[in-house]
């Protein structure tokens, strides 16, 4: 294992210092995240009717999944005019602006701050169901944020694969880091000024990221018009609308085209169909598991909304040795087959919860030891969600040959994701508003949610347990307890091997790549 000082030394001095103020911005993101989104989340609990409480909050959380979509599209277009660290701190601020809305807005209707954490919260008079409209714009811009900040890693160290994912890691574990503390800061928050004004610092927060990330360096950008100029030099084609409209219903087509590839790659061949439980499942289940499972249990069963985020801190924190684990037993664990199936069993720990409402009272200690039983689940999902991703990658950088000749310009990774994120999307925005109606009909007939508990929870975590482990088993040379390769695939954090039927798709490429060198692509 090469030594910290050894791998910081292999990045030149520039990709040292644009990491170095990546990760400044990733951080300041990330304690503003945390601070609306556990904020919002309390006050949904909180100023939604009793009657349909987790049925309301789980259809707004389905159309912030939404909105992100929207998000990512309205951006895409904007990433080939401008430098991707420019669009990056632009985005970042307009999450900022709209974060500050529902600030404005209670704040005119005559809200006001807890003025102490024994004191009540005072609302303003505004209608609860506006929170749908503040979930949709800032899903919008959280979408858009999201999406460069994939994009922007390759930027700063280039398409070298260790470095990259060096590069990830890192990131990653700042990220959760960063992420635990302001769980556990915001419940106090929460506390302490009301869900209402608790997220007052979250467009600071998102101001300083947008100005760290703007001393990112512009890195490798050009100008829209200066490739659109060399292109019509090298090739004879019609010239492309640089009209913004256009450009974006052109980004909806594409994104409706990936969908579509995503679908046959990932239902027509046995190297990806089990990535629908796999990943899309399992994504499911673990925001689940902190957007519903977690608020409902704080809010109906310790009767304090805000103890909500311990939890979910504790989550975060799982989540963090998970990222760790992997990094550290890459080289044991060669496949995302072993984290899969601990992932499925750590799943029925959920059983737990049904439990712990006949024996909690109105303490916070309850929320920490919730928080210690979230950290295994999403311990197994975050080094299996890792792994899934470093899988996919590698296996598609060969593809599928006859959907190359037919559909060119769409990156099959895009593809079989935007297909995987797609069906997480369905199952969150249906599913959630479905179960959520279970959890208010049985506080409102029963005054608690055992029984709600038991089928939301229990019964449903189990079933997906059966269906993410029957899944394990269907990628060649998936039986053994620690496969070393899957479908020809062996991912050991820097490279992977070929299978001999993608052989020919792998020439395809090379052959196509030659003869479009000199073409820009719009």
Known sequence: ?????????????????????????????????????????TLATDRFAQADTFTKLGAAEGVNQAAQCVGAILIAPLIMRFPTRTVLSVSVLFFSLMTMVLLVVDAATGGKMRESASSPTHYGSWNPNAIFIIWT???????????????????????DV????????????????????????????????????????????FALAGVVWFYVSVLNYSPYDEQEVYGLDEVDRPKRSKNYLIQVGRGIAGFGESIWVG?????????????VPGYALALYLHRFL????????????LGISAWSQII????????LLGALTVFLLSDVVTTPIPWLRLDALMLNIVWILPYFTTITGHSVDWAWRLAGLFIPISMSWAAGDVSLSAYIQAALSTGDASLAEKYPAVSHLGA??????SIYI????????????????DYSVNHNIKDSLRRVAGIQYSICCCIIMIATFIPKGAFSINPKMINGVRHDGFDHQEDESLKNFSEMQTRKDDESASAVTV
């Open 1 to 41: 294992m090469r030594s910290f000082v050894e791998i910081w030394r292999s990045y030149t001095f520039e990709e040292r210092r644009n990491m170095a103020f990546y990760v400044g911005g990733i951080m300041f993101y990330k304690l503003g995240l945390e601070f609306f989104n556990g904020s919002i989340t």
């Open 416 to 421: 079989v994701m935007a297909f995987l994120y």
């Open 162 to 205: 260790g470095k990259l994912r060096r590069m990830d890691a890192t990131v990653h574990v700042f990220y959760e880091v960063t992420g635990t503390a302001a769980a556990f800061a915001s419940s106090a928050a929460i506390s302490r000024f009301g869900n209402n004004y608790s997220f007052f610092l979250s467009p600071v927060f």
């Open 290 to 301: 902190e957007n519903t499972l977690a608020p409902a249990f704080a809010k109906r069963a």
């Open 137 to 159: 714009l800032s899903g919008v811009a959280y979408g858009m944020v999201e999406l460069i900040r994939r994009i922007i890693p390759c930027d700063i160290v280039g398409g």
């Open 263 to 275: 679908t046959m790659m990932v239902l027509g061949n046995r190297r990806f169909i089990w990535l």
């Open 426 to 441: 369905i199952l969150y925005a249906v599913l959630s508003s479905v179960l959520g109606d279970i959890i208010d009909n």
């Open 312 to 319: 979910v801190g504790g989550s975060n924190f799982g989540e």
